[in-house]
Structures are given as C-alpha cells and as structure tokens.
Nanobody, 115 residues
C-alpha cells in the first residue's frame, strides 16, 4: 500500500522561504514519476513541479527560478524548496507519485504567504 505524507507547510512572509517534504511509504519509489501540485481556494489543482524517475525536472512558469524540486530515492522522499515566496503562492500543496494518472496523493499541507 502506497502512502504519501507531506510536511513543512506553514506561514511565511513575502520573500521568505519554506521547504516541503513528502515521505513515501511503499516499494519502488525510484520508478515513480513524482510531483508537487497546489490548490488555492476556488481554483483547480495545478502542477507546481515534477521530477521523473530519471531525475529530469519540470516547473510551472509561475515558480520558475524560485522553487526547486528534488528526490531522494534511498530515503523515499520528495522535497520542494520554495524561495522568494509570494502571496499568490498561498495554497494547499500536495505531493503525487504515479506510474500512470492519477497515481497516489498525499493529504496536503497548507502554505500561507502574507505579511
């Protein structure tokens, strides 16, 4: 049974940083395509960043140059370093691991950016 548990959300000021972490429970994490998504109130869930099982990364335009996604296949973790946070980054952030859509989802962690 695959489980994903996110941690690291919270409150940050504009320009600040937060680091999200997702711990994967189960086997074969290294073959999964993994990613971080977010959902703000009243908006659909959207992709923030993804990392393939080979390590290739993709980023949404709105976080390009500010966020970094990494994975540790040995520790079975997926991290998202978020820098230069903006109020519009406020959302619930979810991690996802999949071999095919939709894959597995964590419960989400709240990120709030305001002064």
């Amino acid at each position: 049974q695959v489980q994903l548990v996110e941690s690291g959300g919270g409150l940050a000021r504009p320009g600040g940083s937060l680091r999200l972490s997702c711990r994967y429970s189960g086997s074969f994490f290294h073959i999964y395509h993994a990613g971080w998504y977010r959902q703000a109130p009243g908006k659909p869930r959207e992709l923030v960043a993804s990392i393939a099982n080979g390590g290739e990364t993709t980023y949404a335009d709105f976080v390009q140059g500010r966020f970094i996604i990494t994975r540790d296949n040995r520790e079975k973790t997926l991290d998202l370093q978020m820098n230069n946070l903006k109020p519009e980054d406020t959302a619930v952030y979810y991690c996802n691991a999949r071999l095919e859509t939709p894959g597995y989802w964590g419960q989400g962690t709240q990120v709030t950016v305001n002064s």
